[in-house]
Antibody, heavy 118, light 111 residues
């Protein structure tokens, strides 16, 4: 069974940092692009960042460039999102998703909640 | 404000056919495939339609997608109470390295 499991969310003050993790199983992680999508409370979906198989291609949403870093560890089948200089507007549920070359965003985790507040 | 435009709400009675629209531009829908996602409150999105008109395994054939020019549509026929959810369209590029853009979502109510 394909599974994605996010962790690492929590409450953080503006300017603080958090590191999200996404543990995967049930598929060949090293062969897949991966991505992070977020959803602010009561709002729609917003793509945040993606990473290709070897980690060399990492496009970001403009508003998170220079603050967020996506990475992966293929030996651990895991995806990460390091979030620095967090802002109130980064408050959201963060989902990791598999990016299949044919199906697109075809498998999603259950999400982890990030709350940025003083 | 979302890049792709969807109506905020839609409704229908059981058995009816409902269509949800998604409008974009030549830089997204006009030259890219469209995906549709279903999301229940408090749950993760689920892929409903990919490559504009294809259904993943397990998605009932009551759900269908289409695209024409810079617009796309999701049609749900034989509406059922369990279809009440949020629906999002998204457009992606064939390199899968660039950003996805999403619609703002449509809340479907089954009356």
């Amino acid at each position: 069974e394909l599974q994605l499991m996010e962790s690492g969310g929590g409450l953080v003050q503006p300017g603080g940092s958090l590191r999200l993790s996404c543990a995967t199983s049930g598929f060949t992680f090293s062969a897949c692009r991966m991505g992070w999508v977020r959803q602010a409370p009561g709002k729609g979906l917003e793509w945040v960042a993606s990473i290709n198989q070897d980690g060399r291609e990492r496009p970001y949403l403009d508003s998170v460039k220079g603050r967020f870093t996506v990475s992966r560890d293929n030996s651990k089948n895991s995806l990460y999102l390091q979030m620095n200089s967090l802002r109130v507007e980064d408050t959201a549920v963060y989902y990791c998703a598999r990016v299949d070359w044919y199906y697109g965003l075809d498998v999603w985790g259950q999400g982890t909640t990030v709350t940025v507040s003083s | 404000q979302s890049v792709l435009t969807q109506p905020p709400s839609a409704s229908g009675t059981p058995g009816q056919r409902v269509i949800i629209s998604c409008s974009g531009t030549t830089s997204n829908i006009g030259n890219k495939f469209v995906d549709w996602f279903q999301q229940f409150p408090g749950m993760a999105p689920r892929l409903l339609i990919y490559r504009s008109d294809r259904r993943p395994a397990g998605v009932p054939d009551r759900f269908s997608g289409s695209k024409s020019g810079t617009s796309a549509s999701l049609a749900i026929s034989g509406l059922r109470s369990e279809d009440e959810a949020f629906y999002y369209c998204a457009a992606w590029d064939d390199k899968l390295s660039g950003p996805w853009v999403f619609g703002g979502g449509t809340r479907l109510t089954v009356l």
